[in-house]
């Protein structure tokens, strides 16, 4: 059964500095997508990265992807408090059953 | 404008009440899910669709029916309402070939359930 796992599941950072959330994952995948949610919202799709060693970037946000190690980053450059947000990734379980099952988000908190 | 609709966004239902959650998207999308959100539990799939006619179970199923007749429509069944089952739920969508694309999500439905 594919399980998903965040960490950390809160963050509170400081205006101007880096962190990186991580994303593992227990069974084969080459699909891994990182969303937003901002409170009471819906979710937005950020990025999604189809092979390892897959590097998106957008803006302050860069995602990657080692699918040998079952794990994804999403780093976070000199944040700002406009990225406060919830944030989750999800894999595809390409074993057969194509489900798409999420991580259990991480709350990202910027303070100024 | 092109997206995921759900319908109702608010529903209070008495225990053992059922009811029908509405989801419609016109992106022409094959893939279909339903999930429901709990603090502290991210999202969890209910039950989940890659196209008309076909539909399977997802990691939380028990208690909901769906079905997809039409490429466009995916409605949610609750039986029976719980107060378990108070949640808010979301509908999803993305194109079947290669999921190479990131869902579609609707507004939500925020369900309590007393």
């Known amino acids: 059964e594919l399980k998903v796992e965040q960490n950390p599941l809160f963050l509170s950072m400081q205006e101007g500095k880096n962190y990186t959330i991580y994303c593992n994952y227990s069974t084969t995948s080459d699909r891994l997508y990182w969303y937003r949610q901002d409170p009471g919202k819906s979710l937005e799709s950020l990025f999604v990265?189809?092979?390892?060693?897959a590097v998106k970037q957008e803006g302050r946000l860069m995602a990657s992807l080692d699918t040998k190690a079952r794990l994804s980053t999403l780093h976070i450059t000199a944040a700002v408090h406009d990225l406060s947000a919830t944030y989750f990734c999800?894999?595809?379980?390409?074993?057969?059953?194509?489900?798409?099952?999420f991580g259990t988000g991480t709350r990202l908190k910027v303070l100024a | 404008n092109a997206g995921v609709t759900q319908t109702p966004k608010f529903q209070v239902l008495k225990t053992g009440q059922s009811m029908t959650l509405q989801c419609a998207q016109d992106?022409?999308?094959?893939?279909m899910s339903w999930y429901r959100q709990d603090p502290g539990m991210g999202l969890r799939l209910i039950h989940y669709?890659?196209?008309?006619?076909?539909?399977d179970q997802g990691e939380v199923p028990n208690g909901y029916n769906v079905s997809r007749s039409t490429t466009e429509d995916f409605p949610l069944r609750l039986l029976s309402a719980a107060p378990s089952q108070t949640s808010v739920y979301f509908c999803a969508s993305t194109t079947h070939r290669g999921l190479d694309y990131g869902y579609t999500f609707g507004s939500g439905t925020r369900l309590t359930v007393v």
């Open positions: 999800a894999v595809v379980d390409i074993s057969g059953t194509y489900k798409y099952i």
């Open positions: 992106m022409n999308h094959e893939y």
């Open positions: 669709s890659v196209g008309a006619g076909i539909t």
């Open positions: 990265l189809l092979s390892n060693g």
